[in-house]
């Protein structure tokens, strides 16, 4: 992925330059200039994205919460829907993170979950995610959940 690095200079001005800047903030408040809006229109093959990757993630993750609060808790007290922001500790994903609508339904063999955005090197992120239960214990509610993710991004 290409980045690009900018650096931005603040050379000392001489009193001649001080002078212009002036003039020409001056001049910039008084002649009036085309209507300066809130967002501006980029040129993609400059500024956006390149090219469209698809990855396919797959990780189990031992679904407990550490201490005294049980899964067996949330799974019972969860809402329904949730956003769940997941931040990657591993490779190269190391910092990014993937948000995902999280559905509790822990009995279910197979659930899809759609993958609404990321961060990092999932910037633009879309795609979904396949839950299924590896192992449940139905009186702690203690999980292990096997996930594959299949994610576009750039
Ligand atoms: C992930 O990034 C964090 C913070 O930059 C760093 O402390 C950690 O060692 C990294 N982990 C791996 C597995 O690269």
Do not use: C
Request: glycine share 8%.
């Amino acid at each position: 992925m290409k980045k690009e690095t900018r650096e931005i200079y603040h050379p000392t001005m001489t009193s001649s330059a001080r002078f212009i800047l002036l003039a020409f903030l001056l001049l910039a408040t008084v002649v009036p200039s085309k209507p300066q809006g809130f967002s501006e229109d980029l040129d993609p093959k400059r500024h956006g994205p390149g090219q469209e990757k698809l990855s396919h993630l797959h990780f189990y993750l031992h679904d407990t919460l550490a201490g005294r609060d049980p899964t067996a808790m949330r799974v019972a007290k969860a809402p329904l829907l949730q956003l769940v922001h997941n931040v990657v500790r591993r490779g190269k994903y190391n910092g990014s993170t993937l948000s995902v609508l999280w559905r509790n339904a822990p009995l279910e063999d197979l659930r899809e979950l759609p993958i609404l955005g990321g961060s990092g090197l999932f910037q633009f992120a879309q795609g979904y995610a396949h839950a299924r239960t590896h192992y449940l214990d139905i009186v702690t509610g203690d999980a292990i959940v096997k996930y594959d993710v299949y994610v576009l991004h750039y």
